[in-house]
């Protein structure tokens, strides 16, 4: 897990050569602090398969301008610098899970 802002988003996101799982959050959302262990211990689990890069949306206005972002969390899965797939507001850890497992295999395909 790695914190990015938008000055050095770019070098750890777009050039990553893993699938990177953009987690756009604030630190009063409660619905992003509900989603944030469960992020963790996916990216725990897929360490290797995918890397997961946290963004404060007050402190980072460009990365929330670049993904369109309304509403927080946002969460999206991105390949070499391309959005895979797209999640607004927080899933219980079961639908997050699958979310993230199949948009993984989308890319692959």
């Not at 988003?9 to 619905?31: K, N, Q």
């Not at 991105?78 to 989308?106: C, F, M, N, T, Y």
């Amino acid at each position: 897990m790695v914190d990015a802002g938008d000055g050095e988003f770019g070098a750890v996101v777009d050039e990553a050569s893993l699938p990177v799982l953009v987690d756009v959050w604030a630190p009063w959302c409660g619905p992003c602090r509900m989603v944030s262990p469960v992020l963790e211990r996916l990216a725990g689990e897929l360490a290797g398969d995918l890397k997961l890069v946290k963004v404060n949306a007050d402190d980072n206005p460009e990365v929330s301008r670049r993904f369109e972002v309304q509403s927080i969390p946002t969460l999206v899965l991105l390949d070499h610098a391309q959005v895979v797939d797209k999640q607004i507001g927080a899933l219980p850890e079961h639908r997050l899970r699958s979310w993230v497992e199949s948009s993984l295999a989308r890319r692959e395909r």
